[in-house]
């Protein structure tokens, strides 16, 4: 037994060579692409609106759309090109890869001013001043893993941003206060010597006998390495 299906809603008849076809979105109204594109360019045919090329004096069709949008009116990007040319508007120091082109530029690192080609991307005024920023971020990330871990032991913890004094985490809980300056080192043994001038500074800050001086520094791949300063003990932790 044979079952007859329904015509579908979707079987249509082009609307320009007349042939029957199977519309695949509701909106198809064409047998194919290029019958479809032939009907949307004659439609905007209709609203084109007559220019006159500024460079060749040639008369060419653009939609308001178009016009409105740009400024000045050209039959081809050769026209606009050496219209440009002619005109001056790339020549010498208007053109920006021109090699003798120079800008003035504030470097945001040390506020000092410096020379620069205006093609190049520059921001900072030298390299020291641009992995400063870098180091920056990664002393920030540092104190907030100790901040986490001090944390986890009860202590209340304030931490000093942008690192200007000597002391970069404060932590307190009911019976002492710790005075911890964080470091990183990519290397996976800690030198002390070379932190003999932090070491200075915190023997040299005055504080009551509940205080205890540290100095903690990061191993990417032995976690933290401590040492008190006050009694001068070297306490090496595993991974965290």
């Known amino acids: 037994m044979t079952i007859l299906k329904k015509k579908s809603i979707r079987t249509r008849i082009c609307i320009v060579c007349k042939k029957e076809f199977y519309a695949k979105q509701l909106y198809h109204k064409t047998c194919s692409i290029t019958w479809g594109v032939q009907?949307?360019?004659?439609?905007?045919?209709?609203?084109?609106?007559?220019?006159?090329?500024?460079?060749?004096?040639?008369?060419?069709?653009?939609?308001?759309?178009?016009?409105?949008?740009?400024k000045r009116s050209f039959c081809?990007?050769?026209?606009?090109?050496?219209?440009?040319?002619?005109?001056?508007?790339?020549?010498?120091?208007?053109?920006?890869?021109?090699?003798?082109?120079?800008?003035?530029?504030?470097?945001?690192?040390?506020?000092k001013e410096f020379e620069v080609s205006k093609s190049t991307t520059k921001v900072y005024c030298s390299r020291k001043c641009s992995q400063r920023r870098n180091l920056h971020k990664i002393g920030r990330t540092t104190e907030w893993?100790?901040?986490?871990?001090?944390?986890?032991?009860?202590?209340?913890?304030v931490r000093s941003a942008g690192s200007k004094t000597c002391v970069d985490l404060i932590a307190i809980d009911s019976s002492s206060v710790r005075l911890i300056q964080v470091k990183r080192e990519t290397n996976d043994v800690v030198h002390w010597n070379m932190y003999k001038e932090d070491i200075d500074k915190l023997n040299k800050l005055n504080s009551p006998p509940c205080v205890v001086k540290e100095i903690w520094v990061w191993l990417s791949r032995k976690g933290w390495q401590k040492k008190v300063i006050n009694k001068l003990e070297e306490i090496t932790d595993g991974r965290k």
């Open 145 to 157: 893993k100790a901040r986490i871990e001090l944390r986890k032991e009860n202590y209340f913890v």
């Open 39 to 70: 009907i949307r360019k004659g439609i905007t045919a209709l609203k084109r609106v007559p220019i006159t090329c500024l460079h060749c004096g040639k008369i060419s069709f653009r939609t308001p759309y178009k016009i409105s949008i740009n």
């Open 76 to 111: 081809s990007y050769p026209c606009r090109y050496n219209f440009d040319k002619i005109n001056g508007k790339w020549k010498d120091e208007n053109n920006p890869n021109f090699r003798n082109s120079k800008q003035i530029r504030i470097c945001p690192k040390c506020k």
